[in-house]
């Protein structure tokens, strides 16, 4: 099946790509990027609106991811707003030398003598084709850690330690990420739906 990504974030399209091509998804990077406005206070909700103007726009079916991290202590951020919590106001604006820098250095700011560091990490990976949409999400427990670690991966990565592990995301193989990320998890749990209603898309 052959599926354009409703993505603009190259690392999030590399490991889209590595978990669904031995599923045997095509998952082609689109022509171009499109301004969506993520307003929705979900995860499924963004997903719907990204995959559906990726699919008006280019006539395929379009996979959105709409991922994020959830933070016990300071719920519901950065949640939805993951991607841009360094410029919210709330919390205070952080400087960096990327997004995901600065990201990391608030989220460790705000977190400075909190002992329950518990979070997790949400997916929701959605594909939308002309009115229909099938949907899956994938969960991944675990902590922040008090420094970032590792160079591998994106985002948060370098600051989350899942459940039972000892490194950081960003201190994993790819491999080792794929199988137990809320990706990785999403986006198999989706390819047996799509594999399953296969034609009603
Ligand atoms: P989205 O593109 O609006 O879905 O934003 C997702 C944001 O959540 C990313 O920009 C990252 O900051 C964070 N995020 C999502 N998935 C991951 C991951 O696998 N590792 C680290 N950060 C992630």
């Known amino acids: 099946m052959k599926l354009v990504a409703a993505t603009s974030n190259p690392k999030k399209l590399e490991e889209i790509r590595r978990i669904l091509s031995p599923l045997g998804f095509e998952v082609l990077p689109p022509p171009r990027t499109l301004e969506v ?9 963004n997903a719907y609106l990204k ?15 709409d991922s994020g991290l959830v933070v016990e ?9 993951s991607a841009r919590f360094y410029r919210l106001e709330w919390g205070g604006r952080e400087e960096g030398s990327s997004p995901d820098e600065a990201n990391v250095k608030k989220l460790l700011r705000l977190l400075k003598d909190e002992k329950d560091r518990r979070a997790y990490f949400v997916c929701c ?3 939308y084709y002309e009115g229909k949409a099938v949907s899956a999400e994938g969960y991944l427990y675990g902590s922040i850690a008090y420094e970032p670690k590792g160079t591998a991966g994106f985002g948060y990565d370098p600051v989350f330690v899942p459940e039972n592990e000892t490194r950081t995301l960003a201190q994993m193989t790819p491999q080792e ?18 594999k399953r209603c296969e034609g009603a898309l």
Do not use: C, M, N, Q
């Open 177 to 194: 990420k794929d199988a137990l990320s809320h990706r990785g998890k999403a986006l198999r749990k989706l390819a047996e739906l799509l």
């Open 37 to 45: 406005k993520e307003e929705e206070r979900t995860f499924y909700g």
């Open 51 to 65: 995959a559906k103007a990726y699919a008006e726009a280019f006539g395929l079916p379009a996979l959105a991811d």
């Open 73 to 81: 202590k300071l719920k519901p951020y950065p949640g939805v707003y």
């Open 125 to 127: 990976a959605l594909v």
